[in-house]
C-alpha cells in the first residue's frame, strides 16, 4: 500500500484558533475538511506538508442557512448533506446535483463542499507515484522544467476538476476567507488562476469559511452537466454549467460556465444571444460558442479532440433540458 | 441486476442430494464479515518489511548498483541485489527469462532492481531511495512494429530470433484452394487491446525460516505448486525444505498464475535476516507486475459457401508480450488452436507471433488466449451472416460442430450444449423479434464460443497424477479433504465438499477442506486453464468412493445385508430396500473405523493421453479432457449525438457439464460476462508508446513518457461500477461429460469469450458501425457514424 508521510493534524475548536493555526505553519499546513482528495494526493508525494488543521469542529463552517435573499452553505457541509438539502434542492437544483454527481457514496460521505472548492488540479502526468514521475522526468507540477501537456509550455495547465465549481459561478456564489487579518469575500468566479500547481487564490493563510449564493429568481435556470466514462467515481472529463436568464419568454441573459480544461474555469457570457428564443437553434449557437472559446487540454486522461466534442453536447442537452425540450434529438445528428 | 434464465424443459427433480443444490459457499460469510484471514493479515513476531526499487527506464543495462548508504541507514537489515539469485525461472520451463531481481538489464519502466527488509515499510522506502543504480539507457522498443523492426536491439540477449519469442504456423486442409473456391471471402483486420484482471487483493507474500532451516512462504498465489517448485530452483533448496502456504486469496483471474518478484524477495530476505520477511504490493506494482491480456493485432480470411458453412479460416496474429515470456509460448498456441470448435472448420491455419517489448510482461488473463481470435471469428461469422442474408443464429446452428467429435485440428469434442445455448440466448432475450427489427440506435448481437476444462498436459513434463486429494473420516461423523487446490474466490474449496459430501452421505457443512498447504495437502497444480473442477473434482471422487465404499461393507455387515443395499445420503446410512433401517452418519463411520481402523484414502486424477489431441508439433496444447460451450446475446442502445454505448442487457447460457453448485455457475458467469463487459467498453492497460516529441526528434537527455502506464490507480484504470454493469441474465445448461465428476466440465472461463464479439455485433445492429478495434469508445462510434453519411463504411 502507498505509504502516508507523518503530519500533525491541529483540531482547533475556534474560528481564531485556526487562522492563527495557519498563519503560524504557513506555508507548510493545509486545511483537512474530508481530506478524500489531499490524502491521496499526500501519499503520493504531490503534497507535502506536515501541519493538517481541521475544519471538523469550527461551528461556523458547518450548517446551511436559507435567508431572504441568500443560501449560505458553511465549508465543511459534506457533499452528501449539500446533494440533499431541501432549500438547496429547491432553490440551487443545479448545485445539489453536482455535489450529487461528485466520486461516489463513500467520498460523498466524507468530502465536503470547501474541499471541493479547493480541490487540487489533476493531470494525467501529475497524479501518479513517485516511480511515475521520477521515470517521466518530473514536470512543473512536480520537481520538473517541463510542461508534457503543452510543449514548451512555461505555466502549469493541470485541470480544475472540481464539480460544484461551474454551477456555483453560474449561481454568483461568493465565497468568505477568514485569515488572522480578519474576513474577506470574493466571487467564486474571480477565486482561480492560470496556474495549476496553486490555482486557487486562497493564501495558505486563510480558511474558507462558507458560500453564499443569491437565490435566483424564478426568471433563472441552471443545469450542471458532467461527463465521465464511469456513472460513479470519476472525476469530470468534461464538466459545464449554463445559466438562462429569461424575460419575456426570450432570453435575457446568461452564462456558461466549463470546468476541466485548464487551471481555471472558462465563464463565456451570453449577451450577444440576447433575445434569442427558448429552442433548439440556442442550443445549437451555445455548443458553438464553446466550441469555438473553450479547449479541453490533453491534461486529464482522455481523449481531448472526443472531450471537446462531448462538451459541446453536453452544452446542448444542459440547454434542451432548460428549455424544455428532450435531451436527445429526436432525429439523429446531422 | 441479475436474473437467471433456464432453458424450458430444465429437469424438476435431481438425482443427487448435494450435487446441484443451490447451496452457497461454506466460507462466503468470512469473507463478507472481513474474518477471512488474507497474506496482509498475518503478522509474525519480529517481522521485517520489504520494498522493492523499481527502474525508471524502460531498456537499459545497469551498470552498477551501490546499496552501501541503504545498508547504512538505522532499521535497515538487509539488502538484495540481482547477483544474489542469478537462476533464471519461468512459469513455462522451455522459456526461463526472468530473474527475481534484474541483474544486467532492466526490461520495462518498474523492473525490479533490488529490494531492502527494514523494520517498518516507510525505513525500507527510503532506503531505496538511497540505493544507487547506474543505467546505460537503450533504446525502448514499446511497439511490435518496433521490436520486429530492430532485431539487432534485442530485449533478451539470449533469444534466437530478435525480439520474437515465439512463433506457431499450423496448417490443416487446403486453407488456400477452399478460399478460391468460396462463394464468399469475408477479410477484417482486428485488435485487440491489453486489459488486466483487477483482483481486489494486491499481491503479497510473508516468508519465514524456523530453527530447522524449513523456508515456509505464504504468498497470494492461485498455483502455489509452480511457486514451490520455482522458489527451490532459484533460492537454490530442495523442495522439502520448503513450505508453500497460500491463504485466502482476493481474486486472481490469471494475475496470480506465477512467481513474481516479491515471493523471491520476501524468501530471499527471510533467510539474510533470520527474520520474518513480508512484501505487499501497492497498486500501481500489481499493474506493473501485469501478465494480463495479450494485445493482439489479427488479420482474418474467412471463405463460406454461399448458405453459409465455413470453407477456410486463415488467420494472422501479431502478440504484444511485453518483457518476459510468462506463459507466453501457450498464449501463442492458445491464440489458434482453441478456435477450432463449435464449428467446423473445412480447413484451417493460423500464423501467430509473440513479440517482446519494453512493457509489463502479459500472460493469462481469464479466457487466456482465446478471448482475442474469438473476437475476430465471431465479429467475421456476423459480416458473412449480412451479407449472405442469414440469420447469425441459424448460421451459426448450420456450422455446428456435434458432440463426441473431432476438430480439425485434432481435439477430442465430448459432451457438447452449444445448441442449447443458443436456444437458451434466443428464446431468452426474444432475439427473433427483436433482431435487426429495433428502431435506430438499439441492436441486438450475438456470439459463440468454446473453452476448455484444463490442459492435458501439465506445463512441465511428467507422468505424475495432475491432481490429488486425501479424505479422512472421524468419529465425529466429519469429513476431512486434504488438497493442494487453490481457492482464489471461486469455490474450489466448495466444489471438493460438495464431491464428498455427495459421496459420504453428509451436509456441506461437515466437510473441512484444508487447502494449498505443501506440507499438509497432496500436489494440485492451481487454478489456472479452467482445470480444478474437472480434475481435483475426479481426484476427490475417486477418494470418497473409495471410504463411502469401505463404510457401507461395515454398514452392511452389521445389517447383515448386501454392500449395495446400503446408501449414504443426508447424514444417515439407509438400507435401500427398508426406509425403516437407517443408522446415523456417525455411527456409520464408527463402525467403519471399528472394521477397518482410521479412515482414510487417497484419490488422484490423470488426464488421457489417447486419441483426444493431434500427433503433431503443439497438437498437445490446447487438448482438454472436455469442452464448455457458451453462447451470448447482448443488446445495446447507442447514442447517436454522444457516440456513446450503454449495453442493456446480456444473456448467456453456459454447457459446464452439470453445475454442482448452480449457484456459484451462476456467480462464474456473471462474474465472467461482467469482466469481458468491462473491457469490450472501458478498460485498458495502456502504455505510452512514445518517446519522441512532437517535433519528431528524440529527447536527448534523461528519461520520457516511452513505457510509462497511462493507467496505474483503480482510478484511472477504470473497471465498471454497478451503475454501468448491464442486466446480466445467467443461464446454465446441462450437457454431462463422462470424463467431468458427476459430467462437470468448466464454469470459470468460458462465459467470458464471446460477451466480446456479442457488444460488437449488437452495435452493427444498433446503428450499422464496425467496431473492430477495441476498445469500444465513444469517439470510434462517431467516425463510424460520420463515415456512414459520408458514403464511408
Not at chain 1, 522544467?145 to 476538476?161: D, I, K, W, Y
Not at chain 2, 512484501?279 to 493485432?297: I, K, N, Q, W
Not at chain 2, 451479407?387 to 460442430?401: C, Q, S, T, V, Y
Request: charged residues 20%; glycine residues 10%.
Amino acid at each position: 500500500m502507498l505509504r502516508l508521510s507523518p503530519f500533525t493534524l491541529h483540531q482547533p475548536k475556534t474560528l481564531d484558533e485556526a487562522t492563527q493555526l495557519l498563519a503560524q505553519h504557513a506555508p507548510d499546513v493545509r486545511v483537512i475538511s474530508g481530506g478524500t482528495d489531499l490524502l491521496p494526493n499526500m501519499k503520493l508525494a504531490q503534497t507535502k506538508v506536515t501541519h493538517l488543521v481541521s475544519a471538523k469542529f469550527l461551528e461556523e463552517l458547518h450548517g446551511i442557512e436559507r435567508t431572504e435573499t441568500h443560501v449560505r452553505i458553511g465549508a465543511a457541509t459534506g457533499l452528501k448533506t449539500l446533494a440533499e438539502d431541501p432549500d438547496v434542492l429547491e432553490l440551487l437544483p443545479a448545485l445539489a446535483y453536482a455535489a450529487s454527481r461528485i466520486a461516489s457514496p463513500q467520498i460523498r460521505n466524507m468530502g465536503t463542499l470547501g474541499g471541493n472548492i479547493s480541490l487540487d488540479t489533476r493531470c494525467r502526468y501529475i497524479n501518479q507515484s513517485e516511480l511515475w514521475r521520477e521515470a517521466l522526468g518530473g514536470c512543473l507540477k512536480s520537481h520538473g522544467t517541463e510542461c508534457h501537456v503543452v510543449p514548451g509550455g512555461q505555466g502549469c495547465v493541470a485541470a480544475l476538476s472540481a464539480d460544484t465549481v461551474p454551477s456555483l459561478i453560474a449561481y454568483g456564489a461568493v465565497v468568505e476567507l477568514a485569515s488572522d487579518k480578519g474576513l474577506r469575500r470574493a466571487p467564486v468566479s474571480e477565486l482561480f488562476q492560470q496556474d495549476g500547481t496553486w490555482h486557487v487564490r486562497i493564501a495558505r493563510e486563510e480558511l474558507l469559511v462558507a458560500v453564499e449564493i443569491p437565490i435566483p429568481s424564478p426568471q433563472t435556470r441552471v443545469a450542471y452537466r458532467k461527463w465521465a466514462v464511469r456513472q460513479s467515481i470519476d472525476f469530470p472529463l468534461v464538466s459545464v454549467a449554463v445559466r438562462l436568464d429569461v424575460a419575456d419568454g426570450v432570453l435575457a441573459g446568461g452564462s456558461v460556465v466549463v470546468g476541466a480544461l485548464g487551471p481555471r474555469p472558462r465563464v463565456l457570457t451570453l449577451e450577444r444571444l440576447v433575445g434569442s428564443t427558448l429552442d433548439e437553434k440556442l442550443a445549437q449557437a451555445l455548443g458553438q460558442m464553446v466550441y469555438d472559446r473553450a479547449r479541453p487540454l490533453p491534461n486529464i486522461p482522455y481523449d481531448a479532440e472526443y472531450r471537446r466534442e462531448r462538451m459541446v453536447v453536453e452544452v446542448r442537452r444542459a440547454v434542451r433540458s432548460l428549455v424544455g425540450l428532450p435531451e436527445r434529438p429526436l432525429t439523429p445528428q446531422a | 441486476m441479475t436474473a437467471a434464465i433456464k432453458p424450458e424443459n430444465a429437469s424438476q427433480g435431481r438425482p443427487y442430494a448435494v450435487v446441484g443444490a443451490r447451496h452457497g459457499k461454506p466460507d462466503s460469510l468470512d469473507a463478507l464479515a472481513g474474518l477471512a484471514k488474507y497474506t496482509d493479515d498475518i503478522a509474525l513476531p519480529r517481522m521485517l518489511h520489504a520494498k522493492i526499487l523499481r527502474s525508471p527506464h524502460a531498456h537499459a543495462r545497469i551498470l552498477s548498483i551501490d546499496t552501501s548508504a541503504a545498508e547504512a541507514l538505522e532499521g535497515v537489515y538487509a539488502v538484495v541485489v540481482g547477483e544474489e539469485m542469478p537462476t533464471r525461472y519461468g512459469v513455462i520451463p522451455w522459456t526461463p527469462d526472468e530473474q527475481a531481481l534484474a541483474a544486467d538489464k532492466v526490461r520495462y519502466v518498474g523492473d525490479a532492481v533490488a529490494a531492502v527488509a527494514a523494520i517498518s515499510e516507510d525505513v525500507a522506502l527510503a532506503a531505496c531511495k538511497r540505493i544507487v543504480v547506474a543505467y546505460e539507457v537503450l533504446e525502448p522498443l514499446t511497439t511490435p512494429e518496433a521490436a520486429l523492426a530492430n532485431p539487432q536491439n534485442k530485449i533478451h540477449e539470449s533469444n534466437k530470433h530478435g525480439n520474437i519469442t515465439k512463433q506457431v504456423q499450423l496448417a490443416f486442409g487446403d486453407v488456400d484452394g477452399q478460399l478460391a473456391a468460396a462463394d464468399l471471402v469475408i477479410e477484417g483486420h482486428y485488435e485487440f487491446h491489453g486489459s488486466t484482471h483487477g483482483a481486489l487483493e494486491p499481491h503479497c507474500s510473508l516468508a519465514h525460516v524456523d530453527g530447522r532451516g524449513l523456508l515456509t512462504v505464504w504468498s497470494a498465489t492461485q498455483v502455489p505448486h509452480y511457486l514451490h517448485r520455482e522458489l527451490a530452483k532459484v533460492l537454490e533448496i530442495p523442495t522439502h525444505k520448503i513450505r508453500v502456504i497460500q491463504p485466502a486469496v482476493g481474486g486472481g483471474f490469471g494475475g496470480k498464475s506465477e512467481p513474481f518478484d516479491l515471493e523471491f524477495v520476501a524468501a530471499k530476505l527471510a533467510m539474510k535476516t533470520g527474520r520474518p520477511v513480508k512484501c505487499l504490493y501497492t497498486r500501481e506494482e500489481v499493474f506493473l507486475a501485469h501478465r494480463g491480456r495479450h494485445p493482439f493485432d489479427m488479420h482474418y480470411r474467412t471463405g463460406f459457401t454461399k448458405d453459409g458453412k465455413i470453407l477456410a479460416v486463415d488467420g494472422k496474429s501479431v502478440l504484444d508480450g511485453g518483457a518476459y515470456s510468462s506463459f507466453g509460448l501457450v498464449t501463442t498456441y492458445y491464440s489458434g488452436q482453441l478456435l477450432g470448435s463449435p464449428y467446423v472448420f473445412g480447413s484451417y491455419r493460423f500464423d501467430s507471433t509473440r513479440v517482446y517489448t519494453n512493457k509489463p510482461a502479459c500472460g493469462p488473463k481469464r479466457g487466456h488466449g482465446s478471448v482475442q481470435p474469438r473476437f475476430a471469428i465471431e465479429v467475421q461469422l456476423d459480416k458473412a451472416a449480412r451479407a449472405l442474408k442469414i440469420d447469425p443464429i441459424e448460421l451459426r446452428r448450420r456450422n455446428f460442430i456435434g458432440e463426441n467429435t473431432k476438430t480439425i485440428n485434432e481435439f477430442h469434442i465430448g459432451s457438447n450444449g452449444f445448441l442449447e445455448c443458443l436456444a437458451l440466448v434466443e428464446t431468452a432475450s426474444d432475439w427473433k423479434a427483436k433482431h435487426a427489427k429495433l428502431p435506430r440506435g438499439r441492436g441486438l448481437g450475438v456470439a459463440g464460443s468454446t473453452y476448455i476444462s484444463g490442459t492435458n498436459y501439465c506445463i512441465y513434463p511428467t507422468d505424475l497424477p495432475q491432481s490429488g486429494v486425501q479424505i479422512c473420516l472421524d468419529r465425529s461423523g466429519r469429513v476431512r479433504v486434504f488438497a493442494g487446490t487453490s481457492d482464489i474466490g471461486q469455490g474450489s474449496s466448495t466444489m471438493l465438499a460438495v464431491v464428498a459430501a455427495e459421496e459420504l452421505g453428509v451436509h456441506l457443512d461437515d466437510v473441512r477442506v484444508v487447502a494449498a498447504d505443501s506440507d499438509l495437502c497432496p500436489v494440485d497444480l492451481g487454478s489456472y486453464s479452467s482445470r480444478v473442477t474437472l480434475m481435483a473434482g475426479n481426484a476427490c471422487l475417486n477418494a470418497a468412493r473409495d471410504l463411502a465404499g469401505k463404510v457401507r461393507q461395515a454398514v452392511a455387515k452389521k445389517w447383515g445385508c448386501e454392500k449395495r443395499d446400503v446408501i449414504l445420503a443426508d447424514r444417515r446410512a439407509q438400507r435401500l430396500d427398508d426406509p425403516g433401517v437407517w443408522l446415523d452418519i456417525t455411527e456409520a463411520f464408527i463402525l467403519a473405523e471399528i472394521e477397518f481402523g482410521t479412515m482414510g484414502s487417497t484419490g488422484s486424477y490423470q488426464t488421457p493421453r489417447e486419441d483426444v489431441h493431434g500427433e503433431y508439433r503443439g497438437g498437445t496444447i490446447g487438448a482438454s479432457p472436455a469442452y464448455s460451450f457458451t453462447a451470448h446475446i447482448a443488446e445495446v442502445s447507442v447514442d447517436e449525438e454522444t457516440g456513446e454505448v450503454r449495453v442493456e442487457n446480456i444473456w448467456c447460457a453456459h454447457d459446464c457439464g452439470r453445475a454442482l453448485s448452480p449457484v456459484l455457475v451462476e456467480g462464474q458467469i456473471e462474474g465472467s460476462v461482467y469482466m469481458g463487459f468491462g473491457e469490450t467498453i472501458m478498460e485498458h492497460h495502456h502504455v505510452m508508446p512514445s518517446g519522441l516529441k512532437t517535433d519528431g526528434q528524440r529527447r536527448d537527455t534523461g528519461p520520457g513518457k516511452e513505457g510509462l502506464l497511462a493507467h496505474s490507480s483503480l482510478l484511472d484504470y477504470r473497471m465498471p461500477t454497478t451503475l454501468d454493469t448491464p442486466d446480466l441474465h445467467a443461464g446454465i445448461v446441462e450437457k454431462p461429460d463422462p470424463r467431468g465428476p458427476f459430467g462437470a466440465k468448466e464454469a470459470g472461463e468460458g462465459p467470458l469469450h464471446s460477451v466480446v464479439p456479442a457488444i460488437c455485433n449488437a452495435i452493427f445492429d444498433a446503428c450499422g458501425v464496425r467496431v473492430d478495434a477495441l476498445p469500444v469508445t465513444p469517439a470510434k462510434i462517431l467516425a463510424g457514424l460520420r463515415a456512414q453519411r459520408t458514403g464511408g463504411v
